[in-house]
Nanobody, 124 residues
Framework: QVQLVESGGGLVQAGGSLRLSCAASGRTFSSYAMGWFRQAPGKEREFVTTKNWSTGNTAYADSVKGRFTISRDNARNTVFLQMNSLKPEDTAVYYC?????????????????WGQGTQVTVSS
């Protein structure tokens, strides 16, 4: 059974940093795209970033470009989201997701496996 487990969320002041982790088990995703999405209270889930390590193709939402970075540790089958210069509007539950189809997607319908989410709260 495939599992994605996020960790690393928490409370941070504006301007601070957090690194989220997404540990994958049951299957390796080296050939597929991994993505991060977030959902703030009362809002729809929105795209944050995605990367396909086979092609090197990467995409970021405009709202996080230059502040967030997606990376991976192959040995641990873990994907990271480094978040710097955090803003109160980054407050949300963050989800990692795996896509087992070709190409990238910025739609949550383009992903096949999801983690349970981790809360990030940025205080002003």
């Amino acid at each position: 059974q495939v599992q994605l487990v996020e960790s690393g969320g928490g409370l941070v002041q504006a301007g601070g940093s957090l690194r989220l982790s997404c540990a994958a088990s049951g299957r390796t995703f080296s050939s597929y795209a991994m993505g991060w999405f977030r959902q703030a209270p009362g809002k729809e889930r929105e795209f944050v970033t995605t990367k396909n390590w086979s092609t090197g193709n990467t995409a970021y939402a405009d709202s996080v470009k230059g502040r967030f970075t997606i990376s991976r540790d192959n040995a641990r089958n873990t994907v990271f989201l480094q978040m710097n210069s955090l803003k109160p509007e980054d407050t949300a539950v963050y989800y990692c997701a795996a896509r087992t189809r070709v190409g990238l997607s910025q739609s949550d319908r383009g992903y096949d496996y999801w983690g349970q989410g981790t809360q990030v709260t940025v205080s002003s």
